[in-house]
């Protein structure tokens, strides 16, 4: 019932800004607070301590280089991405850097001024009630929700106003409230909207929908996970019949909102914003490792509701230790590929169990560079459609390999003999050439893209195999040819790919 979709029902509340904090709303004298916002008790030091400053400005420094050139480091086999998401993105720059992760940037671009418009409007009385019972469930003891009137619950309400507008058959499900709390504590209304249309739609969906499809597919997941990875923990669980969906349902749908402390949370969507769904899987055998890994700790647990007892109180297991916490998490070993594979054999399963279910879990975002793709692709199309409504103010497209590219560089790799699209010229000999400089098969190529092929880009494996550490560019043919286009013929040279080895696998 708590993580079911509400029913509906009605109200309307004011539009206010949701920055700043609402601490000393009620009162006169503000409380103290931990550096994120949380109301410190009994003398608590949790939270209060962060990392060296001249730790987070080196990280700052090199998150800004990356938001900087974000689409020619998408281009490239690089790990630095991955890298710094596992060290963590500084706190500052999380209002920016989740949102491009996700693709909610490129998002919000496509649909300009939608979130105003929809928050503008009046809200659905079928939904209201029921998201206002909630509001001060989230987060209590936050500075931004202590208030009911405040900032926080406010424009808590209205990004869960505004998605059930968005999404009507879908509406509201009260998990996607403690989701959108943590959103807000990190970025402005509209990009917390667009993270949520993200997380919905592209990282978890059927997560959220009445049937919970997805989270009941992933439970699925969850137990060949454990099988594979905690056997011990796996065996003791189907003794006394525990099933995952019994205790790591809350987990899932809430992403850990409430099980976590507070920084490791955060850390944990980093890692959840660049590798999606995996995170959650591997951040759930870590907790049940927690509760379970021992050979003492299942002989406490005697019994199937003991052993929910101990699952479903597992922050009592996690202390303040969030770089231990996420070593271990990326020490669980899952990669994509066996994700994919897995997911093949569950979902044969799933159609046989539920013939009528068109669930397909397959074409879900498996992290930020499949985002990208899907964000290029609705990007083109969008161009596509103005250039036929006779709109020419619509620059042509640029196929995905020259993305962010100056003239110069393009015309550099075009030298260089580049990975682009290639045209045959008489009498044997290649020249590159772009889309950008009139080539018709790349145009075409373009108009008849299909999307199921982004939906089937895979985030590429953590391991980088050894044919990947050199790209050998096409050799040219017909030298006579070559000679009469190019004054100076320059043997194509190998372009090295940077590489950055990784931990998460």
Known sequence: KMLSPSRPAQKSLGEEDSSGSDAGSDVGLEPETDRFGFIVTNGSTAGSVGPPPELVRQREAKWINIIGQWDRILLKKTSKVKVQCQKGIPASLRAKCWPLLCGATDKMKLNE????????????????DVIERDLDRQFPFHEMFLSKDGHGQRGLFRVLKAYTQYQPEEGYCQAQGPVAAVLLMNMPAEEAFWCLVQISEQYLPGYYSSLLEGVLFDAAMLTWVLKRTCPAAHKHLQHHGVEPLMFATDWLMCLFTRHLPFNTLLRVWDLFFCYGVRVLLQVAVVLVRRVLGRAEQRKQCQGQMETLERLRGVREQVQEEDDAFIAEVCSVQLSARDLEKQTEKELEKWRKDRPSSTFDPRGRCQGYRMAWARSRQSEEERDRKERQKGNLSVPLARSASTLSL????????????????????????????????????????????????????????????????????????????????LEEPKKIQNIPTEQVEETVV
């Open 113 to 128: 001024n939608l979130y105003q418009s929809m928050d503008s409007q009046p809200a659905l009385q079928s939904w209201v």
């Open 406 to 485: 100056s003239p110069s560089l393009l015309h550099k790799r075009w030298r260089k003999g580049g990975k682009v699209n290639t045209g045959e010229w008489e009498g044997g000999g290649r020249v590159v050439r772009h889309l950008s400089m009139g080539a018709k098969e790349d145009w075409k190529s373009l108009t008849e893209l299909n999307f199921k092929k982004v939906q089937g880009v895979q985030e590429e494996e953590d391991v980088v195999s050894e044919e990947h550490k050199k790209q050998s560019e096409p050799k040219l043919t017909g030298q006579t040819e070559q000679k009469e286009l």
